[in-house]
């Protein structure tokens, strides 16, 4: 019996959500401080009001959910306001990585970044409390990436990163597995 006491699988680590950090705009000119239409995208007769100055919008979406974040916080930005700021040109000066989460993590309210400039990387990953599914916005080198990973599963959501999964994973287990470290 003793034998088979040291072949018993050890159980798996448990992942735990990590704390949440802000992920905040560069300033922008005091001269963006006005009121501009946006369509919303289901009823395009349907306009709001989006200020790219003050990062504030009068759809329900940022009224509800939005307005909570911090004046200069990335997660204010709901659709109206990423219309505005492409229109204006304004992520084109921005890092990379802000475009990559305003254009694919908005579903997202908890972020956690890592900048590793040994590898030329900028990460933010994307989470909702105790959900699993996770969302990675990530710039390695010059090219965006975006992934969904299952951190309770150990498993890709949808396509895999391929040129970078192994450095992910890594990244993922640094964050989310902080015990194994």
Known sequence: MRLLNRFKRRPEPQWRPPSDQPIEVPEMDHELNVRLRV????????LFDANIFRLSCTCPNFSNKRSLFGPRDVRRICPHLYQAICDAGLD?????????????GRRFFR?????????????AF???GEEPH????????????????????????GDRPADHEAYLKQQIDKVFFPEND
């Open 134 to 157: 996770i969302g990675i916005f990530a710039v390695i080198g010059p090219l965006p990436t975006v992934a969904g990973y299952n951190v309770q599963d150990r498993m890709w959501i």
């Open 111 to 123: 972020f956690r970044r890592v900048t590793d400039r040994a590898n030329q990387a900028d990460i």
């Open 39 to 46: 369509p919303s995208r289901s009823d395009p007769s349907l």
């Open 92 to 104: 084109q000066n921005w890092p990379r990585l802000f475009s990559v989460i305003m254009q694919h």
């Open 126 to 128: 994307g989470f909702n």
